[in-house]
């Protein structure tokens, strides 16, 4: 059974920055698209960044230039690197991971973020 484990969430204020990873389990993991999204209270569920097996990135406008997703094809694992961080990147992040072939949506449990001072 697919498993994908969401690590590194946490409270941080305005300006900082936070790590998170994310291991896959039981995924052929170079036939999916990696990524990660969040859902804010009250909101729907965005990406925030994903990323291919060969590398090609997709990152929200409200992102660019802050974050940085990255994947250890070989580690199974796939990571954003948040930096520059704002009060409005409160959310639940889901890492989630796509075949590219038949859609098929996987999902992590979910990390919170907080971005307070």
């Known amino acids: 059974q697919v498993q994908l484990v969401e690590s590194g969430g946490g409270l941080v204020q305005p300006g900082g920055s936070l790590r998170l990873s994310c291991a896959a389990s039981a995924l052929i993991f170079s036939t999916h698209v990696m990524g990660w999204y969040r859902q804010a209270p009250g909101k729907q569920r965005e990406l925030v960044a994903s990323l291919t097996s060969s590398g090609i990135t997709d990152y929200a406008d409200s992102v660019k230039g802050r974050f940085v997703i990255s994947r250890d094809n070989a580690k199974k694992t796939v990571d954003l690197q948040m930096n520059s961080l704002k009060p409005e990147d409160t959310a639940i992040y889901y890492c989630?991971?796509?075949?590219?072939?038949?859609?098929?949506?996987?999902w992590g449990q979910g990390t919170q973020v907080t971005v307070s001072s």
């Open positions: 989630n991971a796509r075949h590219t072939t038949w859609g098929t949506h996987y």
